[in-house]
Nanobody, 126 residues
Framework: QLQFVESGGGLVQPGGSLRLSCAAS????????IGWFRQAPGMEREGVSC????????NYADSVKGRFTISRDNAKNTVYLQMSSLKPEDAAVYYC???????????????????WGQGVQVTVSS
């Protein structure tokens, strides 16, 4: 069973930055494309970004393009989400999950399972 541990959240002022980490528990992360998702109170969970297995291609939601950067360090079994120029509307609980990869260079923000971790809270407020 794929299990993930998210970390790095917190409170940040608008315009600030945070880096989230996603660690694999009990399996090798580089066997999977990985995506970040978020869910704000009263809203549906939405895809934020994904990265293919070897890190060679990424995908972003329009709302975060140019502000967020996803990366991975397979040697450390960890995927990161660097968030910059944060806005109040970025506030949510952030989750990572294995996602669909097609061919070598395309991932989709569609989770392979519904087995979500605890997530990490990101609050953007002055």
């Amino acid at each position: 069973q794929l299990q993930f541990v998210e970390s790095g959240g917190g409170l940040v002022q608008p315009g600030g930055s945070l880096r989230l980490s996603c660690a694999a528990s009990g399996f090798t992360l580089d066997d999977y494309a990985i995506g970040w998702f978020r869910q704000a109170p009263g809203m549906e969970r939405e895809g934020v970004s994904c990265i293919v297995k070897n890190g060679g291609a990424t995908n972003y939601a329009d709302s975060v393009k140019g502000r967020f950067t996803i990366s991975r360090d397979n040697a450390k079994n960890t995927v990161y989400l660097q968030m910059s120029s944060l806005k109040p509307e970025d506030a949510a609980v952030y989750y990572c999950a294995a996602v669909i990869q097609v061919f070598q260079n395309m991932c989709f923000m569609s989770p392979l399972t519904k087995n979500w971790g605890q997530g990490v809270q990101v609050t953007v407020s002055s």
